[in-house]
């Protein structure tokens, strides 16, 4: 069990060099110069040659440390973000660390949410769905669950908006700083990763009521909520687990969309904005930041998942 | 793969026979499959948006840009059938050019990540050793990129215009065909049959290609068709995002975040689009479990 716990945590180390690599190569090497991207942001639209001779260029270059061989240049990139150095904003000249963690809270507390609202529709459906199957209710919900695996968040949140906000206006549409006005945006992020957990339990519960253990439940006489809290439950919840953790990835992109539907700050509407205005250093950043986020996320499920499993707890 | 039913049907008709008897049932069961996989209602919904889709041209009452600042704002009537947006233009015509250019992408990105990631997949499920450790070790960073992350990425480095934004989505979503091919490939390989193949001296793409491939085909083809379900929803949430094609395109992800400015006083604009999408979305989705009942009876019946 440790030692396998100890792999775990270790596999993530390749993993995080695979990724950062990835984004530095996509990056660094793929796309125009970024010198020539640089003279072109700050010149301001003049033809980069008007303001920058070839010595300057030379001289930047030089001063970039893009003059290094591909290795040197990764590797120091690696080590200056180990020290929370993601270098500095085209743009803004900003440092690219101090953007994203004035952002990242924002995001955070979003898919955070919206994997709640995931997780509390998904399971409780689940569970109602599971306990009749075939019935007209079980047969509702599982159109439901496909509707919302099939509608696309982005106007799923703006039809919320319509009937929730406009026309029965029940939820605040804006503002940021009222705690409500996170509701709608998680209900949002959280309606996809819903469905599927529900459909999800609802196929787990519905098996696991066939089991010999819970029919053994019953000839002892257990009330019907006794099997379903010490017998069912446990069994069907434990997979559920592995599913929040593949859903947490959706959710961090999700939060992407529904930061721009909602006009909420985010690192998202970060990233997509430093993306149109071909913001490099911002991009790397924010790429290299989601996609931490997630593998350390399912770290943690993974490890959870461990503790909470005896069959794999003492094997 | 029908065997044990050939067999089943046979003897409860009375009629004893034996292993060698099957390949003459087999042409008798192959057609009614195709006839009652064209027949199924998600089959012809599907064709419908299709058709719709291809005469896009014909059928449109208005042009695809075809600016009408008197008409603006209109509410869905008979003229406009899904009303106009703020140009005056008709969102029903505009809907079907977007139907068009929603399925290109889609298929467009399933057919480039069904290409690499099949090749890939069988090479590494089949040569196993060095190429797989390589592949899958690519393969799992790939996957760590939570979503559409990688496609956002991808467009980011690329430029965002509508030709990336079909690479994009389309080498995202390689790692999923090629995990599904290499875990096919795996079995497929320890089969007699190719064993037999490599005792003889058959090269080895020779072998992936004749004896490995016919064998993954039918799984590769459900879950491409579910692919480009997920594809076209992507692609729509990255135009939205203004990552894909440029206004004045009708895209349907574009038209949805076009509406989002009126929303209050025009529902219609965004409405529509977005319902095209979930309505094409759904469609391809229970077309695709149809052909998994139609392909793999085995799968469907669990």
Same mark, same amino acid.
């Given at each position: 069990m440790t030692r396998y716990a100890l792999w775990r945590i270790g596999?993530?180390?390749?993993?995080?060099?695979?990724?950062?690599?990835?984004?530095?190569?996509?990056?660094?090497?793929l796309p125009l110069d970024p010198i020539q991207v640089m003279i072109t942001q700050t010149s301001s639209g003049q033809a980069p040659s008007a303001s920058a001779t070839e010595q300057t260029i030379a001289n930047l270059r030089r001063e970039l440390g893009l003059d290094r061989p591909l290795y040197v240049q990764y590797a120091s990139f690696l080590f200056k973000g180990l020290s929370g150095d993601l270098g500095i904003s085209f743009r803004s000249h900003q440092p690219v660390v101090d953007l994203l963690l004035a952002q990242y809270p924002y995001t955070i507390r979003l898919a955070l949410a919206g994997l709640l609202c995931a997780v509390v529709l998904g399971t409780t459906f689940g569970i109602i769905a599971g306990l009749m199957p075939g019935s007209l209710v079980d047969k509702f919900l599982l159109l439901v669950a496909t509707l919302g695996i099939a509608a696309p968040s982005f106007w799923l949140g703006l039809m919320l908006i319509y009937f929730l906000a406009i026309v029965f206006p029940i939820f605040p549409v804006l503002g940021v700083g009222r705690p409500?006005? +996170?509701?709608?945006?998680?209900?949002?992020?959280g309606l996809p990763g819903a469905a599927i957990i529900a459909r999800l339990t609802r196929s787990n519960l519905a098996a696991t009521m066939k089991e010999d253990f819970i029919v053994t439940a019953r000839s002892k006489g257990l009330s019907r909520r006794l099997i379903l809290l010490?017998?069912?439950?446990?069994?069907? $919840? $434990?997979?559920?687990?592995?599913? +929040? &953790? $593949?859903?947490?990835?959706?959710?961090?992109? &999700?939060?992407?969309?529904?930061?721009t539907v909602f006009s909420r700050p985010g690192i998202g509407r970060l990233g997509v904005d430093a993306i149109l205005q071909s913001d490099y250093p911002i991009v790397q950043g924010f790429a290299v930041v989601l996609a931490t986020t997630y593998v350390f996320v399912n770290l943690i499920i993974d490890l959870a998942y461990m503790w909470l499993d005896p069959r794999i707890r003492y094997a | 793969m029908s065997q044990p039913q050939d067999m089943m049907a046979d003897m409860q008709d009375g009629t004893p026979t034996t292993v060698l008897a099957i390949p003459a049932t087999r042409p008798r069961r192959r057609k009614p499959v195709w006839r009652r996989l064209l027949l199924s209602p998600s089959a012809i919904a599907l064709i419908i948006i299709v058709l719709l889709?291809?005469?896009?041209?014909?059928?449109?009452?208005?042009?695809?840009?075809?600016?009408?600042?008197?008409?603006? $704002?209109?509410?869905?009537s008979f003229a406009h059938l899904m009303g106009t947006d703020t140009f005056g233009r008709d969102i029903f015509s505009r809907v079907l050019y977007g139907g068009r250019l929603s399925l290109m992408i889609g298929c467009s990105a399933a057919a480039i990540g069904a290409t690499i990631g099949v090749l890939v997949g069988m090479a590494?499920?089949?040569?196993? &050793? @060095?190429?797989?450790? +390589?592949?899958? @070790? +690519?393969?799992?960073?790939?996957?760590?990129?939570? &979503?559409?992350?990688?496609a956002i990425v991808i467009v980011a480095v690329l430029g965002p215009n509508l030709l990336n934004l079909v690479l994009a989505v389309g080498i995202a979503s390689v790692p999923g065909y090629a995990r599904l091919v290499r875990s096919l490939s795996l079995s497929i390989r320890e089969s007699d049959y190719v064993t037999a193949a490599r005792a003889t001296g058959v090269r080895s793409w020779t072998i992936i290609f004749r004896h490995v491939f016919p064998n993954l085909r039918n799984s590769v083809i459900v879950y491409a068709t579910l692919n480009i379900a997920t594809a076209i929803l992507n692609a729509a949430g990255l135009g939205f995002l203004g990552l894909g094609s440029k206004p004045p395109t009708a895209e349907w992800g574009l038209m949805v975040a076009d509406? @989002?400015?009126t929303l209050e006083i025009a529902w219609w604009i965004t409405a529509f689009p977005g319902l095209s999408i979930l309505v094409t979305t759904l469609v391809i989705y229970s077309f695709g479990e149809t052909l998994t009942a139609a392909l793999d009876p085995r799968q469907s019946r669990q």
């Open positions: 596999a993530v180390i390749p993993v995080l060099l695979g990724v950062t690599f990835a984004v530095f190569f996509m990056l660094h090497v409500e006005a +996170i509701l709608l945006p998680a209900l949002t992020l010490k017998h069912a439950l446990p069994n069907v $919840l $434990l997979p559920v687990l592995t599913v +929040i &953790g $593949l859903q947490f990835g959706n959710l961090m992109t &999700g939060t992407v969309i529904v930061e | 889709a291809a005469f896009a041209g014909v059928i449109a009452p208005y042009g695809e840009a075809q600016i009408n600042p008197v008409a603006a $704002l209109e509410p869905p590494a499920g089949y040569f196993g &050793g @060095r190429i797989d450790s +390589i592949a899958m @070790r +690519i393969i799992d960073v790939l996957l760590a990129f939570p &979503g559409t992350l990688l509406g @989002r400015e």
